[in-house]
């Protein structure tokens, strides 16, 4: 079973990315071929700084690793090593109908948030085809949010398949966590560096507890009973804390005696311990970047290994060998 997916590094990651893409990929690394790659490409829609761009790239691969992924199991690469997905890229978009990229829910969010209208952030679905098609992917682990992406990626691979051959093009099928495939934010908006909500993965004790502490609450008196249904702290909470741990939560919210400050270190604390391992790891790959460089080139030559084999045949199809 070949696998594959991607996360952009266009900032920290946080535990949206976590939970909604990287921890569902990274355990599918026992159960196939993995390949999972840094999207600077697509970050280029969002960026226009270089050396940012750098940084974040860096900082991706830094994440991975110390979440779990095994080079000796999975193949971790950037996507602008590959040259050959803009050529997949472009086969595709002559295919792609204008109507398919205009219904893209991503393309009307981002234009709603005021980035610029251009030709990549439009065309970013065959963008995203070509990154999943360019390794015969099968299974795609993706967030809920980016579902529609993946119904276009059949789209367009049916569509070079009816025209060019069946074999052309392997469609491949999503795989989605429905429950933690959308992590609210401190502001109870989906959890998205776009609206500034975001609980990242690695940080200072005292500045992550303060955006803890940051979570929309309402009014209710310390004595009273609180709300648990649409319950920011217990959606966040439940990612973290054992199923004990979670009853007494929502035993004390619902008995009332304990204010929200409570609940909020409570939060907290499990999700600084959670992660204690990952900073941890990070910490450590950190005194060692030359192991990680190491680690994306020999992942870079060995997806494009993969990614020639597939646009020769696409090549061979559609006539341009």
Not at 245 to 265: P, W
Request: aromatic content about 8%; overall charge negative.
């Amino acid at each position: 079973m070949r696998i594959l997916t991607g996360l952009q590094p266009s900032g920290k990651l946080h535990i949206g990315n976590y939970f909604g893409a990287m921890h569902p990929a990274i355990k599918l690394q026992d159960q196939g071929e993995a390949f999972y790659f840094l999207a600077d490409y697509h970050a280029m829609t969002s960026m226009s700084d270089a050396e940012t761009l750098r940084q974040n790239t860096q900082d991706l691969a830094l994440d991975f690793l110390a979440c779990g992924l095994d080079p000796e199991k999975a193949t971790i690469f950037r996507q602008s090593d590959i040259p050959e997905v803009c050529e997949l890229a472009w086969i595709l978009s002559t295919v792609c109908p204008m109507g398919l990229l205009e219904r893209a829910h991503s393309y009307k969010d981002k234009i709603a948030k005021g980035l610029d209208a251009n030709h990549a952030l439009f065309a970013y679905p065959t963008l995203m085809a070509a990154d999943i098609l360019l390794y015969d992917s099968e299974v795609v682990p993706v967030g809920k949010d980016q579902k529609q992406h993946l119904e276009m990626t059949r789209d367009l691979a049916g569509k070079i398949n009816d025209r060019f051959g069946e074999e052309t093009l392997v469609i491949p099928e999503a795989q989605i966590q429905e429950n933690t495939a959308i992590v609210p934010g401190l502001d109870g908006q989906k959890m998205s560096k776009s609206y500034n909500n975001t609980l990242p993965l690695c940080g200072a004790q005292k500045a992550l507890r303060k955006q803890v502490m940051r979570i929309t609450t309402d009014s209710t008196p310390v004595e009273d009973p609180k709300p648990t249904e649409d319950s920011n702290i217990i959606s966040l909470y439940k990612l973290f804390a054992t199923d004990a741990e979670m009853q007494q939560m929502i035993a004390d919210h619902n008995a009332g005696g304990f204010g929200y400050g409570d609940f909020k270190q409570r939060l907290f604390d499990a999700y600084w311990e959670y992660f204690a391992p990952f900073r941890a790891k990070r910490e450590e790959l950190e005194k060692n970047l030359d192991y990680v460089d190491q680690v994306i080139t020999a992942g870079s030559q060995k997806a494009r290994a993969e990614a020639t084999k597939v646009l020769d045949r696409v090549r061979s199809a559609v006539g341009l060998r």
